[in-house]
């Protein structure tokens, strides 16, 4: 069974840093895209950031350009996200998300999300 | 960056049809094959329905149709049921080589 457990969420203050990780399993990790898409509090869904199978590539959504880095280690089936000078807009469930293809197109897999939530 | 034009909401009664639609630019939905749409019921994650503008994954049912004109991408789900009622979000690749969702619509099944 294809799994993706993320964790690391929690409450940060503005200005703030945390790291998302995301375990997988049940699946070859190496041959695809990942993502992060998250949904603020009764908001939909923004796509954040994605990284190709290799992790050479990685691309990242204007809103959090500069301030969070994604990564990945496929020796480890993990993807990650490090989240600096965070925001109160940055308050939501972040999802880990698995691509149907080696780059980011289509995401056919989702975890069940980590809450971060930015507040002082 | 734009996010991706979709009606707040649609509704239809069990065993209709309906259409939602999905607006971009020859920036994405009308420059790229890669259009896709998501189910997502409350509390729960989003499920991927539709992927290259109309294909369907395996583990989705056969009432959702996907297809695209210009810039705008529709979905299409008949013989509505009540399971249905959910929220739906179009995503596009676009020539920033990133990913922009549309901002959702829900689904009434009255």
């Known amino acids: 069974e294809v799994q993706l457990v993320e964790s690391g969420g929690g409450l940060a203050q503005p200005g703030g840093s945390l790291r998302l990780s995301c375990e997988t399993s049940g699946f070859s990790f190496s041959i695809f895209g990942m993502s992060w898409v998250r949904q603020a509090p009764g908001k939909g869904l923004e796509w954040v950031s994605g990284i190709s199978d290799s992790g050479g590539s990685t691309y990242d959504a204007d809103s959090v350009r500069g301030r969070f880095t994604i990564s990945r280690d496929n020796s480890k089936n993990t993807l990650y996200l490090q989240m600096n000078s965070l925001r109160a807009e940055d308050t939501a469930v972040y999802y880990c998300?698995?691509?149907?293809?080696?780059?980011?197109?289509?995401?056919?897999?989702w975890g069940k999300g980590t809450t971060v939530t930015v507040s002082s | 960056q734009s996010a991706l034009t979709q009606p707040a909401s649609v509704s239809g009664s069990p065993g209709q049809s309906i259409t939602i639609s999905c607006t971009g630019t020859?920036?994405?939905?009308?420059?790229?094959?890669?259009v896709s749409w998501y189910q997502q019921h409350p509390g729960k994650a989003p499920k991927l329905i539709i992927f290259?503008?109309?294909d369907r994954p395996s583990a989705a049912s056969n009432r959702f149709f996907g297809s695209t004109s210009g810039n705008t991408a529709s979905l299409t789900i008949s013989g509505l049921q009540t399971e249905d009622e959910a929220h739906y979000y179009c995503s596009s690749y676009t020539r920033s080589r990133t990913l922009v969702f549309g901002g959702g619509t829900k689904l009434i099944v009255l």
């Open positions: 290259d503008v109309s």
């Open positions: 998300t698995k691509d149907v293809s080696r780059a980011i197109t289509h995401m056919d897999v």
């Open positions: 020859s920036s994405d939905v009308g420059r790229y094959p890669d």
